[in-house]
């Protein structure tokens, strides 16, 4: 399993809207660069750094950088417009990302929304087919994950599949657990993110905030054994974070960068192991 960083590890560094900027935000070059810098090969450029922004003189740029230094980049937007979709698969295939992750919206969705989210992957398959690029479509609260595995399963192709993510179903409200075991088979990419719930101090209700992996609730050992039991251990496990804003932008980025240590060296030591499983946690 190959271990990434992304744009949504270090969130504030990039700058988020209605929030404070840091002083020099980080863009793709630069991303990239702090990927070697920590000694990683894979790097996913997401919704909160468009590349359909970019000029293809730019692309170019961070296509060369990424071959330059041994690094492979992969691609990540947001929604399921065929037009969006086929200009990110054509950004792609010129940057040499051979995988484009989509989310949906954050609303819950019904059988009809369901229905067009199939029918709009399965219109963009002679596009990923004729550039060589797949399509992870990530689990969010939208849909249940049993209906993000239907849709992989109606439409049959290898090069549409799942990224799984180990908090964002949490808004359907699906644990870990359930979304695991349901998409684990559909696998083809891993956005490893933890999270804690506690009780608000009435004990009438709680909050859920992000952590350094590890540090939270979700079973990691759970996950990666069950990828790896449906012989799904080569996705490249991406580490996101959910980082609280402490009031200040730059004691936020530099808290941000401490997680980002801290959640390589659990993950490398889980990876390093095996991802030897304990029973699990559960939420």
């Not at 859920?208 to 054994?225: H, K, M, S, T």
Request: charged content about 25%; glycine content about 8%; some cysteine.
């Amino acid at each position: 399993m190959e271990i990434g960083i992304s744009s949504w590890s270090v969130p504030w560094a990039i700058g988020i809207d209605g929030y404070p900027l840091p002083a020099e935000p980080l863009d793709a070059v630069e991303l990239m660069r702090l990927a070697s810098r920590l000694d990683v090969r894979v790097v996913q450029l997401a919704d909160n750094l468009p590349v359909n922004t970019l000029t293809n003189a730019c692309l170019d740029v961070i296509g060369a950088h990424a071959r330059e230094n041994g690094l492979t980049v992969e691609l990540g937007t947001r929604g399921l417009d065929t037009a969006h979709l086929r200009r990110y698969v054509e950004i792609a295939a010129r940057v040499g990302s051979p995988i484009v992750r989509t989310v949906l919206s954050g609303a819950l969705l019904g059988r009809d929304e369901l229905a067009g989210a199939e029918a709009a992957l399965r219109e963009l398959l002679p596009d990923l087919e004729r550039h060589g690029v797949a399509i992870a479509l990530e689990n969010n609260e939208a849909f249940a994950a049993a209906e993000y595995a239907e849709i992989i399963r109606e439409i049959a192709s290898p090069l549409v599949g799942i990224c799984l993510d180990t908090a964002n179903s949490l808004g359907r409200p699906e644990t870990f657990v359930t979304v695991t075991e349901a998409l684990a088979e559909h696998t083809i990419m891993l956005h490893a993110k933890d999270y804690d719930i506690q009780r608000i101090d009435t004990r009438m209700g709680f909050t859920i905030e992000g952590r350094a992996l590890g540090e939270g609730r979700v079973d990691f050992e759970f996950v990666l054994r069950r990828l790896r039991e449906w012989g799904r251990d080569d996705v490249t496990a991406v580490i996101e974070h959910w980082p609280p804003f402490d009031g200040d932008i730059d004691s936020t980025v530099r808290r941000e960068a401490d997680w980002l240590e801290r959640s390589l060296a659990f993950l490398r030591g889980l990876v390093a192991t095996g991802g030897e499983a304990v029973p699990s946690r559960g939420v």
